[in-house]
């Protein structure tokens, strides 16, 4: 239902939903979260098609548009886990994610068998991708402390926890018993 009124000489339009159930109000507050979270997952579509061009690619052979595709979908998939390690508690979108942590200029540097990593930034906001870079060092420092433990699929599972942690809850995924090394 929409309703228009005239204001100074301007027009401005109202749109109004009303939602008539029978649902007890716990079933309502679901209901609410599940909108949500598809909301959620349709943003996901929307930065691939928008902001990471899998929406324009037309070649005109089947192979050529299969490998632009997955390439696509391997960097966004990759760029979503380095952002989540950096703020696992914070959903990124890409429009300001990589600004802020791309337009950066690093210089490395080794001293007496030690390596260091000299980040700066131009962003007006450099302070958290400071506060995100040193979460990244930070979480690999300690899994490196750990790794000579791991093998490569558990320091894997340890990375995508500590990724998606914010939906785990702190809990470890475990590797499924295939994987694991007999």
């Given at each position: 239902m929409g309703f228009a009124e005239v204001v100074g000489g301007k027009q401005?339009?109202?749109?109004?939903?009303?939602?008539?159930?029978?649902?007890?109000s716990e079933t309502l507050i679901l209901l609410g979260q599940l909108y949500r979270d598809r909301a959620d997952c349709e943003n996901a579509f929307d930065e691939l098609k928008n902001h990471w061009g899998w929406g324009g690619f037309?070649?005109?052979?089947?192979?050529?548009?299969?490998?632009l595709a997955l390439s696509?979908?391997?960097?966004?998939?990759?760029w979503s886990l380095f952002v989540r390690l950096a703020d696992p508690d914070?959903?990124?979108e890409v429009i300001t994610s990589r600004p802020l942590l791309l337009h950066t200029i690093a210089r490395k540097t080794q001293h007496a068998g030690r390596t260091t990593l000299t980040i700066g930034s131009t962003h007006g906001e450099q302070h958290k991708a400071r506060r995100a870079?040193?979460?990244?060092?930070?979480?690999?420092?300690?899994?490196?402390?750990?790794?000579?433990q791991l093998d490569t699929v558990q320091r894997w599972y340890r990375i995508l926890s500590e990724a998606r942690r914010r939906y785990l809850r702190g809990r470890q995924l475990i590797p499924p018993a295939r994987l694991q090394p007999v």
């Amino acid at each position: 239902m929409g309703f228009a009124e005239v204001v100074g000489g301007k027009q401005e339009v109202w749109e109004y939903a009303a939602l008539v159930t029978s649902l007890d109000s716990e079933t309502l507050i679901l209901l609410g979260q599940l909108y949500r979270d598809r909301a959620d997952c349709e943003n996901a579509f929307d930065e691939l098609k928008n902001h990471w061009g899998w929406g324009g690619f037309t070649p005109r052979d089947l192979k050529r548009c299969r490998l632009l595709a997955l390439s696509v979908a391997l960097i966004y998939n990759w760029w979503s886990l380095f952002v989540r390690l950096a703020d696992p508690d914070q959903p990124r979108e890409v429009i300001t994610s990589r600004p802020l942590l791309l337009h950066t200029i690093a210089r490395k540097t080794q001293h007496a068998g030690r390596t260091t990593l000299t980040i700066g930034s131009t962003h007006g906001e450099q302070h958290k991708a400071r506060r995100a870079y040193l979460r990244l060092a930070q979480f690999f420092a300690r899994l490196r402390q750990n790794a000579e433990q791991l093998d490569t699929v558990q320091r894997w599972y340890r990375i995508l926890s500590e990724a998606r942690r914010r939906y785990l809850r702190g809990r470890q995924l475990i590797p499924p018993a295939r994987l694991q090394p007999v």
